[in-house]
Each structure stands twice: as structure tokens, then as C-alpha cells.
């Protein structure tokens, strides 16, 4: 699992599927857009507050992959199961291609707050397949 990087876009997505197979590592996407003003500053806040320490730590047993929004007409395929309507957007991907989206900020009195890290944590392994669970928490 490339540990520290993270794959990109459609081709960095075919690749993870490769390793995941491979592996049976769960797959991360994070899918971020800075052609909106408010989207912009919100994936800006989650790779700068929520993409470190602890999740930084747990996120190097997943592949990561990320993907810049909006699409091309090429890539709408490929991200084809993918449901959103803003980002950030994050997801877990099972081996078995179940697909579970990440919430990193709560959203009280209509404004954004990122998560804590240690609820970021636990959010991606509750959301993790069975095995990932195992291998992430050493069960």
C-alpha cells in the first residue's frame, strides 16, 4: 500500500482497485473542489486540520486516492457510484466495491465544525469493511 501518497484521479482510482485487489486494503476517495468560494475553504480546512495526526496515522494502512472536481467527461464513468452533492466529499470503498461517504464536519446552527480527530478515527473504521476493522485496530 503506498503508504504516504496519494493516488490521482481516474487512473490513480483504476490503480487503487488494482492494489485493493491485491491487498484487500479498504480504499479512501476524497473528492475536493476550489472553483467554489465556500467549497473551496472547506476542503482547504479538511486537508489542513483533518488530514493530520491521528487520521494522518490511520490512513496509511488505507489507499488513498483523490480526485479534483468537477469531472472530466472521461472520468464520469469511473466515478459513476459515487454520491454527493459538495465537497469535501470522502468515502470508504470495501473489496467488494460498497461504498460509504464520510461526514467530516457537523454542521450546527447551519454553520461548518470539523470533527475531532479521534471522532474522525473511529468514523472511517466504523466505516471500514470487517477486515480493515481487524488489520487497523490489530484484533
Do not use: H
Not at 24 to 50: H, M, P, Q, S, T
Not at 68 to 92: I, L, T
Not at 113 to 130: A, F, G, R, T
Request: aromatic letters at 14%.
Amino acid at each position: 500500500i503506498p503508504a504516504k501518497r496519494w493516488l490521482d484521479g481516474e487512473r490513480g482510482y483504476e490503480e487503487a482497485l488494482e492494489i485493493q485487489k491485491n491487498t484487500g486494503a479498504d480504499i479512501i476517495v476524497y473528492f475536493f473542489r476550489y472553483d467554489i468560494k465556500n467549497e473551496k475553504g472547506l476542503c482547504r480546512w479538511w486537508e489542513k486540520y483533518g488530514l493530520t495526526g491521528d487520521v494522518k496515522g490511520l490512513l496509511k494502512d488505507y489507499i488513498k486516492v483523490e480526485m479534483q472536481m468537477p469531472f472530466r467527461k472521461s472520468e464520469e464513468k469511473a466515478f459513476a457510484d459515487f454520491w454527493f452533492k459538495s465537497c469535501p466529499a470522502v468515502f470508504v470503498v470495501w473489496p467488494n466495491g460498497w461504498k460509504k461517504k464520510i461526514n467530516p464536519f457537523d454542521w450546527p446552527n447551519g454553520e461548518p465544525d470539523l470533527k475531532e480527530q479521534e471522532d474522525l478515527v473511529n468514523m472511517i473504521i466504523e466505516n471500514s469493511s470487517p477486515e480493515m476493522q481487524e488489520r487497523v485496530r490489530g484484533d
